[in-house]
């Protein structure tokens, strides 16, 4: 796949995934997720359907506080975990800015908000108003805990994906 067929596709993820984002973060929608993967320019994007989960907003997605994946390859007899801890949002500011690279002043103003604070806060709250921000950079998605990258793949193989819900409890 060319490199603009694969821009193109990873651009085409993201605007699906910003369509489905009062879905993905909705409380109610905890019980309904899956995973999709795409080829990407990095390996395989893996695209978590779902709402962001975290131990902090855990009473509200009914214990959920991240999610696992696994991976089959064609000859594989079973499925293997891919992630080390649960993937899930970051737990405070300070650590999204570590995510971000460095402080994200401003970018709360591309969603019409006063400062970071207010965005963190609509983050942690699972508020889907703040998701339009994914079109700006993929980032945000690895951030609230619903894109992963597998790049330990082979070109010229198949896989297939499968995720888990994590409680409290692991």
Do not use: C
Request: a positive charge; aromatic letters at 10%; hydrophobic letters at 40%.
């Amino acid at each position: 796949m060319s490199r603009t067929r694969k821009q193109l596709a990873l651009s085409l993820a993201l605007i699906w995934m910003i369509i489905q984002s009062p879905r993905l973060l909705s409380a109610q929608d905890a019980a309904d997720f899956g995973v999709y993967p795409m080829s990407g320019p990095s390996g395989i994007l893996l695209i978590v359907n779902g709402p962001a989960l975290h131990p902090d907003n855990a009473a509200t997605t009914g214990g959920w506080v991240g999610y696992h994946i696994y991976r089959k390859a064609k000859q594989d007899t079973g499925f293997v975990r891919i992630t080390v801890k649960p993937m899930s949002r970051v737990g405070t500011l300070e650590e999204f800015e570590t995510f971000a690279g460095g402080p994200i002043d401003g970018l709360e103003r591309l969603v019409g908000l006063k400062s970071k604070q207010e965005l963190w806060q609509k983050l942690a709250a699972n508020d889907s108003s703040v998701m339009a921000l994914g079109a700006f950079s993929r980032m945000f998605y690895e951030a609230v805990g619903l894109l992963r990258w597998d790049t330990q793949v082979e070109k010229g193989q198949s896989y297939s994906y499968r995720a888990t819900r994590v409680d409290l409890n692991g």
